[in-house]
Nanobody, 125 residues
């Protein structure tokens, strides 16, 4: 079975930083792209950031560009999301996700076959 386990969320003041981690088991991690997806209260899920198998290609939503950095360690089966200069609008449950397909990431969230349980990020004013 494929497992994705997020950690690192918490409560932080605006301007602060958090680093999210997602540990993947049950598959060859380096064969697949990884994505971070968030769902804010009352909002639909959105793709925040993504990274290709080797880390050579990355994607960032406009709302987080310049503040968030995605990375991966294929020896530890872990993908990270470093979040700096956090804003209240970043408050959401953050999920890592992947699929069985060859694409690095998808903007159609139904394409993701595997999701973690989510980790809560709350940014106060």
């Amino acid at each position: 079975q494929v497992r994705l386990v997020e950690s690192g969320g918490g409560l932080v003041q605006a301007g602060g930083s958090l680093r999210l981690s997602c540990v993947v088991s049950g598959r060859t991690f380096s064969n697949y792209g990884m994505s971070w997806i968030r769902q804010a209260p009352g909002e639909e899920r959105e793709l925040v950031s993504a990274i290709s198998r080797t880390g050579g290609n990355t994607y960032y939503a406009d709302s987080v560009k310049g503040r968030f950095t995605i990375s991966r360690n294929n020896y530890k089966n872990t993908v990270y999301l470093q979040m700096n200069n956090l804003k209240p609008d970043d408050t959401a449950v953050y999920y890592c996700a992947t699929s069985d397909s060859s694409w690095s990431w998808s903007f159609s969230l139904n394409d993701y076959a595997y999701w973690g349980q989510g980790t809560q990020v709350t940014v106060s004013s």
